[in-house]
């Protein structure tokens, strides 16, 4: 399986998860929005300090999340940093990072153009 | 491991309404900072209804004007959005400032802060941290000096000044009502002094009309509750001489075969059933450890929906604290956690639980087979691939719970 081969935003997951609950599952993913926020600041924070495992761990977190609300272009990323962080392979953390920057813009765009939905930030 | 993300939060305690986003984002990075309960609402049509089902106590406007904070705050007081005590704080520019502290005055906001330039992070944290403390505190300020204010446009001063009214309405009510609460309990201790009764005689007073009606009650209870006990067992003991008698005929003929014996056996088992079938089940109590809120959400929210009582922690050392004191019949936990993993938190339940076995399911990804695998040494009772559906995740508690 490839990054492409990947739903953006695939709701079906959080429907199995939490039931057709269309307001629940809109904030759910605006909280994801947030949340990821906060985090990919983390994660290039701690790049531009070379603490590179840390990356290992706030990747697995907001991969917990990410898979939750069925970003799955974005946590098949967020996995494959939580590996390069591992590895300590910097140079493939920073195009992770980037990637994975562009997946969350994705799922942004996503919810933006569900005219239901009015996302907010942190 | 990092800290959690506190933005997702759908209980807050400080809410800020915004206009644009990229005004806010200083301001509202270091509100999430200092506070847990904390969300930031953009302005719409929506907004009076979102601000009436959360009921922040602190709560922060930060339009892109003086006077839009005004009128919507003015608007939420109006229209009974806002009909309880809160503390309230205007966000403004620095250009702004002499308008937003002639509204402080006025008693339209509680506090008001420059965002725009940032300079004070510490006094906003401040200015929020007071807001959370103060119920309510209506003091005037006395130096009010209309000359040491810049020039402030005719109009706005007029919607300053109405605005102030429609404040000092709402606060008004709120005297009222708390004065309204006060006072049957006010008119019981003015009555007990009036008639001049002496404690003792208080206390049989009190004797009389709430204790004894309460212990005759608990005595009625306590009766009907052993009438029927004793009933149960001697329906049980009938069906035991019944059985008996049977065995009794039975033997004088033959011995009794296998057969014979397993069905009065079955018999008086389901006797037994029946009785124990009597008690109230309770609600199973759940403990969910996840460090992401946001699945941790989710997964209070399933078992929530089913019945059970949930409680959650966002790390192992919080779990243990919980731990120790409730009765928990599962524990739902996830590996990776910040302060104590799963791994170790296991073997600290352990201990905690004083030797009785408690349950447990991890919460993992599947690329941690081995550490399940150690994991599962420590005494596991099942697993939940994270997300996994709703079916998956009742499953494998059920399996453990029943």
């Known amino acids: ?122 | 491991m990092t800290k959690q993300s506190h933005l997702a939060c759908r209980n807050p305690k400080v809410i800020m309404i915004y206009e644009n986003e990229e005004d806010v984002l200083g301001a509202a990075s270091i509100i999430a900072d200092q506070v847990e309960e904390y969300r930031t609402i953009l302005v719409n049509v929506e907004i009076g209804d979102k601000v009436k089902n959360l009921k922040p106590s602190v709560i922060l406007f930060a339009l892109t004007t003086v006077q839009k904070s005004i009128e919507l705050y003015t608007k939420l007081i109006s229209d009974k959005f806002l009909d309880y005590p809160h503390y309230s704080i205007l966000l403004c520019k620095n250009r702004e400032s002499a308008t937003a502290f002639r509204c402080c005055i006025k008693d339209i906001f509680d506090n008001y802060f420059v965002y725009q330039p940032l300079y004070e992070k510490f006094r906003l944290k401040m200015i929020v941290h007071s807001g959370l403390l103060i119920s309510q505190a209506t003091s005037h300020y006395a130096g009010l000096h209309e000359e040491q204010l810049e020039n402030i446009g005719q109009e706005l001063v007029s919607l300053i000044d109405k605005s102030s009214e429609c404040k000092q309405s709402l606060l008004g009510s709120i005297a009222i009502c708390k004065k309204s609460l006060k006072e049957p309990q006010n008119l019981v201790v003015d009555k007990e002094l009036d008639t001049n009764l002496s404690s003792k005689k208080l206390m049989e007073n009190i004797n009389k009309t709430h204790v004894e009606p309460l212990l005759a009650e608990l005595e009625d209870n306590i009766k009907s509750s052993l009438d029927s006990m004793i009933q149960q067992l001697l329906s049980k003991q009938v069906g035991i001489e019944v059985l008996e008698a049977k065995l009794a005929d039975l033997s004088r003929v033959l011995p009794p075969d296998r057969q014979t014996v397993s069905e009065a056996l079955s018999e008086s088992s389901m006797l037994t059933s029946k009785i124990e079938h009597v008690e109230i089940q309770k609600p199973k109590k759940i403990l969910v450890v996840e460090d992401n809120q946001i699945y941790r959400d989710m997964l209070v929210r399933v078992l929530a929906k089913e019945n059970f009582l949930v409680d959650e922690a966002e790390d192992g050392l919080n779990a243990l604290q919980k731990i120790r004191s409730n009765q928990y019949a599962l524990v739902l936990m996830d590996l990776f956690m910040p302060n104590l993993d799963g791994i170790n938190t296991t073997i600290q339940i352990k201990s905690v639980s004083g030797g009785k076995e408690l349950p447990i399911i991890a919460l993992t990804g599947n690329k941690n087979k081995e550490l399940i695998k150690t994991w599962a040494e420590q005494g596991l009772k099942g697993y939940i691939l994270k997300p996994s559906t709703r079916n998956e995740i009742l499953e494998a508690v059920n399996k453990v719970i029943n």
Do not use: W
């Open chain 1, 1 to 122: 399986m490839t990054e492409k081969q990947l739903q953006i935003l695939n709701r079906n997951v959080m429907i199995e998860l939490i039931g057709n609950e269309p307001d629940m599952i809109r904030q759910f993913e605006i909280d994801f929005l947030k949340q990821a926020k906060v985090s990919l600041r983390n994660i290039v924070t701690m790049y531009n300090d070379s603490r590179i495992l840390e990356i290992k761990e706030e990747a697995h977190f907001l991969k917990t999340s990410a898979k939750a609300v069925g970003a799955e272009q974005t946590s098949y990323l967020l996995q494959a940093l939580e590996q390069s962080g591992l590895d300590q392979d910097k140079a493939k953390c920073k195009d992770l990072i980037l990637r994975v920057k562009e997946a969350l813009q994705r799922v942004h765009g996503v919810i933006v153009n569900d005219k239901t939905i009015s996302p907010s930030m942190p």
